[in-house]
């Protein structure tokens, strides 16, 4: 009997994917960049993030308040600078230029989107790429494709902290990424590239998505819209990872691009929504605004 209950057992938990919690890897890393925030300070060096909000979206106001929020409670000092949804592209060019040359100011972020009148482009590649704690300029960019960024896009690298925190090793394996964004999927291919993972970007206009998330190893997922795309246990093999990193409401409750239920019945590790992906973008950015603070101190 006691043998029986051993080997049902052992089946729940082949059939259960292991939680990567990102709330738990989150409170890690800030607890790490609190540590430092404190070592510069006794150094002189008082970190601070400079947020910039340009009108007043809901959604953007939130996650500033949240940035901030989080911000302050490691001790870091920020600046919380607001437009209105008016405003020209000049004059948030020239807000962009004073903060590029406030000594005291070691990160800034400007929330996105935009109203449809600034240019995106633009407004980022005004940000000193020594300040972009969103990893986004070009330059930033540029660094990261040849393997040498210091600021790195945040989701993007939050997601190889998850990985790295549970052991996850991704060297040799078939990682799918269903996003070609800016934000997370072009970034993220190079993150991984540079860990020897082989990569496939998949987006709406891929032949055969089924095909290529049913072969990969390793499957990201950052649509956002469940109408459009659903990754359901059916469409992956046994054993796969899965990160989600989509942000969607499904049936009036928060949730991701994963029919969780049926892929955690097959999937190894699994990411939640929320309390996946979505805390570890804040931290790292905070982590950013860290890192920031001490190159500063090289200049």
């Not at 890690?28 to 070592?39: L, Q, W, Y």
């Not at 998850?162 to 993220?188: A, F």
């Amino acid at each position: 009997m006691e043998n029986k209950i051993k080997w049902i057992h052992c089946i729940f938990i082949a059939l259960t994917a292991q939680i990567i919690d990102g709330v738990h890897v989150a409170r890690h890393v800030k607890s790490r960049v609190m540590k430092e925030i404190n070592r510069l300070k006794a150094q002189n060096t008082e970190p601070c993030l400079a947020t910039v909000l340009v009108g007043d979206d809901l959604a953007s106001a939130t996650y500033i308040k949240n940035k901030q929020r989080a911000a302050i409670e490691l001790g870091m000092k920020t600046r919380d600078l607001r437009l209105n949804s008016s405003c020209t592209q000049s004059e948030l060019v020239e807000l962009i230029k004073s903060l590029n040359d406030e000594v005291n100011v070691h990160g800034i972020l400007v929330q996105l989107p935009l109203p449809v009148h600034l240019d995106t482009y633009v407004i980022t590649n005004t940000i000193k790429p020594s300040k972009d704690v969103d990893g986004l300029t070009t330059t930033n960019i540029g660094l990261l494709v040849s393997g040498r960024g210091s600021l790195k896009p945040c989701t993007p690298v939050g997601i190889i902290e998850l990985l790295d925190h549970y052991c996850i090793n991704v060297s040799g394996l078939h990682v799918v990424i269903v996003n070609r964004s800016q934000l997370v999927g072009k970034p993220l291919a190079f993150l991984f590239l540079e860990r020897n993972a082989t990569v496939t970007i998949c987006h709406s206009k891929s032949n055969d998505i089924l095909k290529e998330i049913k072969d990969a190893n390793l499957i990201v997922t950052g649509v956002g819209n469940r109408e459009k795309f659903t990754l359901t246990g059916d469409m992956i093999t046994n054993g796969s990872i899965v990160v989600d990193v989509g942000i969607t409401r499904y049936e009036g409750k928060l949730g991701g691009d994963v029919d969780y239920p049926s892929v955690a019945q097959k999937a190894a590790w699994i990411t939640p929504v929320p309390g996946g992906v979505g805390p570890m973008t804040v931290s790292m950015l905070l982590n950013n605004t860290l890192i920031a603070a001490s190159l500063s101190r090289l200049d």
